[in-house]
């Protein structure tokens, strides 16, 4: 069933038109008319269960937006990042810490989603199919598991208020082309290794993430966009918990940052309805634990 949520109207922003939402960042374009720019807002905002929860999680957005632009800083793609542009509009100071100044792309409809370890949907549809949008996977893989090679799992960028659908590549290539399908995938392959290898370094396990990417008109640049490698577009473990082969399955394979709002809801909720507004020391250890995931990744490289 599709659901349509009504958001609270985010703010106004001096210079800036507010154009869209999705459930945790609202986008706005510059009152000025220039087609060039946009500005992606990271809210406080967390959802779960398909849910916008109440209250927000105050640091959120700017822990998340410090997190996109550590990676960008460690991605070698041309990104839509713009702060540069001479030309660029203002960032208005109320939201500087959990914005983004970006190139105005022609996005791609295609979530390059690419996966190093089987959960979520992926388990899910190999469960019932043996293969993942079109990819026969051996058999006996259990949830959880770790691939012998990243697998790339393109969707189709569903109408807000629908799940994306997983497809094929050849599906992807009716869609974008399949030289640029082609292009998706191998720089997904790429920063999603670089991005593993880098975050199993400190104690992380990148499970799976999910990439965007657009062209620059101006250009025709291929530009890695959105948000890049944050928790809301990757799952990511704690290395130290999945191997504990004592520790129940959920425990090993925790989100690192949503499980105890997740856990939390899940005991004090029946999924009806309207969930009940988090209590302070849920949103407060939920911060702690977004905290937790940029400290480690971006402490020093472990000797
Ligand atoms: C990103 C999104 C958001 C909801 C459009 N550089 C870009 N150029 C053109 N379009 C986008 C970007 Cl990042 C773009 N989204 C995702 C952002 C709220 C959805 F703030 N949509």
Redesign the pocket.
């Known amino acids: 069933m599709v659901r349509v949520t009504t958001l609270p109207t985010p703010p106004q922003l001096p210079g800036w038109r507010h154009t869209?939402?999705?459930k945790v960042?609202?986008?706005y374009v510059p009152e000025s008319g220039d087609e060039r720019f946009?500005l992606?807002?990271a809210s406080n905002r967390i959802s779960a269960f398909d849910h916008v929860l109440d209250p927000e999680i105050p640091g959120k957005g700017a822990l998340l937006t410090t997190l996109s632009r550590w990676w960008f800083d460690r991605i070698d793609m041309p990104n839509?990042l713009a702060d540069d542009h001479p030309e660029a509009p203002e960032v208005p100071a109320s939201v500087a810490d959990r914005a983004m100044l970006?190139?105005?792309?022609e996005?791609y409809p295609v979530e390059c989603v690419v996966r190093g370890a089987l959960t979520g949907s992926g388990f899910a549809e190999y469960s019932s199919t043996g293969a993942v949008c079109g990819i026969e996977l051996p058999g006996g893989i259990t949830d959880g598991d770790q691939l012998d090679a990243p697998i790339y799992t393109p969707a189709y960028k569903a109408p807000l208020g629908e799940h994306d659908e997983n497809i094929t590549f050849e599906r992807s290539a009716e869609l974008v082309g399949s030289v640029v399908a082609e292009q998706l995938r191998a720089a997904s392959l790429e920063i999603f290794t670089r991005a593993r290898d880098l975050a199993a370094a400190h104690g992380v396990i990148l499970a799976d993430t999910k990439f965007?990417f657009?062209r620059d008109p101006s250009t025709g640049e291929l530009v890695l966009?959105?948000e890049v490698l944050t928790s809301d577009s990757s799952r990511y473990w704690d290395a130290a918990a999945y191997l504990d082969a004592s520790l129940p399955r959920a425990e090993r394979l925790a989100s690192f940052d949503k499980q105890i709002v997740r856990d939390w809801l899940a005991a004090n909720w029946d999924r009806q309805g309207t969930p009940p507004t988090l209590p302070e020391e849920i949103v407060a250890r939920t911060y702690d634990r977004y905290a937790e995931l940029l400290q480690r990744l971006t402490a020093a490289d472990p000797a």
């Open positions: 869209y939402s999705g960042r609202d986008l946009l992606v807002v839509h970006t190139r105005r792309l996005m965007e657009g966009a959105d």
